[in-house]
Structures are given as C-alpha cells and as structure tokens.
C-alpha cells in the first residue's frame, strides 16, 4: 500500500491495488472521520439493540421457566391455606415444567392428603359427638344400677350379699371408662396457671387413690390445677391398677425446664407394652382402659409439656413431666 497525504486540500491519496499500479484513490479527511462514525455509531446502535433483544429474551426465560411457575405454586398453597376444603389445580405449565413437577406433585398430594385428613376428622367428630351423648346415657342407666347396689348389699341372703361387691366393682370400673372416654373426647381447654399449694395436692391424691403420696419440691407451683391434679391421678391410678401403694413426686428445676418426677413402686412395665404406652386404647391390664397415659399426655401438651416414661423395672416405673421453668414462682 501507498499512501500519499496532499496537505494543500487534506486529501489522502492511497494506492493498494497491485494490478492497477496507476489508479490512485482520494480520500477527504473530513469525510472519512464521518465516515468512521457513522461507522462506530450504527455498530453501538446495533450492539445495543441485540443487547436488549437478549436481555428481553432472558427475562422472558426467567419468567416463563421460573418466576411464573414459583408464583403459580405460591399462589395455589396461599389459596388452599386459606380454605383447605377446596383443591386447587396447577396450571399445566407448572406440571409440566420440568424444574418444578417434583414440586407440583408434592403440593398436589400435600392438598390430597389434606382433603382426606379434614374428611377424617370431620368423620371422627360426629363419632364423638354420638359417643359422648350414649356415654351419657350409659352413665345416668350406670347411676341408677348403683343405687341398687346399695340394697343389694343389705340384702338378707348371704349369697347375694357375697355378690354385691363385685357387682359395685364392676359399676365402679364402667363408670370409670366412661368418664374416661369423655375425657379423652372433649377438647383440653386453655389452661389457667395460678399458684398451686403441692402438699394439698398430694393429699387430694392420697383420698382419690388410697396410696401413700410422697411429695419432694417446692411448696407453691404456678400452673393449672385442675389439669396438674388430672395428670397425676391418671398416673396414679394407672400404677394402682398393677398394684403399685407409694407415688412419689419429686419437682425440680433443670436450665430452662421445670421437671416433675412421678415415681411409683408398682412391678414395671413390659418391652412389649411400652411400645405403645401412650396410644389410647391400647392396655395389657386387666380393668384398664388404655386411655390414662394417652390423656395424661395430652394434658401435658396443653401445659406446654411433655411426657415420657424415663425408667422402668421392678422396683417400679418413673415418668417425667417437663414443664416451662415459669412453673416456679422464684
């Protein structure tokens, strides 16, 4: 290439064609800086726009991929949570979307299993409202068969006379499981803490059980009482039923945990039924109900607890209750 400048009319003259060695071409400085930004301006013009165009392109992406089928998944659970009785379907493009199926499937089964669950408790409610209106019933024809007993017993033949205990004790252990399934039915109500005076506590048990009560603790505890005293006559009677005549009771504080040791001296409980010492209706016991543990339990959830059987053998069994340290008053 050659290139000659002519400073008289700025013109740049520039011969690069080897066949034509005497064609020389002129070039104006003023067109060729214009020349050279037009040239700069429409490929920034042109780098932008496809800039742009892929920038759209990928928030389209995002969106189409992402952010629509997160906020179809947000949207279904807000709505099923405000009324679970309804299932609400996915929009296909979330089900077949192959980043969220896992998730579409796991809401959809989540609002299945929902449905089935309501339907069962629902179903589970009418039970309970028919159970507890023939508890009822029983109890009052339970009551009236009581009375009866009583002149059973001062009856002048000495045969049904000999027969008039265990006809009591049989009302006794009907009326008993039927107080308990009512318990067990009927919805724990919100507790009301207030000081607790524990030595009367323990005597109370002493009456209903007819065990010796040894208490170990503070003297003043703040929780409900009606449900602390229910909690520790199920145990109570619990263990009375295998033969257990002492309950210990031993209140203690543990960090942030208020700890209640009840303690008996009954002949332990068997591998076999601690597997299922808290669900209801199941007892190995002969006159139990399976309901005392599953009741105490609950009742111990409603203070805010636990209940778990810690040791068992044959000097006897101990549960623990846990309980928030705000049951001590200092």
């Known amino acids: 290439m050659e290139i000659v400048t002519g400073r008289q009319n700025q013109i740049t003259y520039v011969n690069d064609l080897p066949f034509r060695k005497d064609l020389v071409i002129g070039i104006s400085m003023a067109e060729l800086q214009r020349d050279l930004q037009i040239f700069f301006f429409k490929s920034f013009v042109i780098t932008f726009l496809v800039s742009l165009g892929l920038y759209s392109f990928g928030q389209w992406l995002l969106w189409r991929f992402l952010s629509q089928p997160l906020h179809a998944l947000v949207e279904t659970i807000n709505s099923f949570s405000t009324d679970p009785t309804i299932a609400r379907p996915l929009p296909t493009y979330v089900t077949q979307s192959r980043e969220f199926n896992k ?10 299993n929902t449905l089935i669950a309501l339907r069962q408790r629902e179903r589970l409610a009418d039970i309970g409202e028919a159970v507890t209106k023939i508890n009822h019933d029983i109890r009052n024809v339970l009551s009236s068969a009581t009375l009866v007993t009583d002149a059973l017993m001062s009856s002048d033949d000495p045969k049904v006379r000999r027969s008039a205990p265990h006809v009591v004790r049989s009302l006794e252990q009907a009326v008993d499981l039927c107080q308990s399934m009512l318990d067990y039915l009927v919805e724990v109500p919100p507790p009301k803490p207030d000081i607790i005076p524990m030595n009367e506590v323990a005597d109370e048990l002493e009456i209903a059980t007819g065990m010796e009560v040894i208490y170990e603790g503070p ?8 449900i ?5 006559l199920n145990l109570a009677r619990n263990a009375g039923i295998v033969g257990a005549t002492e309950l210990k009771i031993d ?5 942030h945990l208020g700890v209640i040791d009840i303690l008996d001296n009954g002949p332990g409980i068997s591998e076999d039924a601690r597997r299922t010492l808290f669900q209801a209706f199941k007892t190995t016991k002969a006159g139990g109900t399976g309901l005392g543990l599953a009741i105490a339990r609950d009742l111990a959830v409603a203070l805010g607890g636990n209940l778990k059987l810690t040791r068992s053998n044959q000097d006897g069994s101990e549960f623990r209750l846990h309980l928030p340290k705000q049951i001590f008053l200092n």
């Open 103 to 112: 998730a579409a499937k796991a809401v959809e089964q989540m609002q299945r």
């Open 219 to 226: 003297s003043q505890i703040f929780a409900d009482r009606k």
């Open 228 to 232: 602390m005293f229910r909690i520790l």
């Open 251 to 255: 209140i203690w504080r543990a960090g």
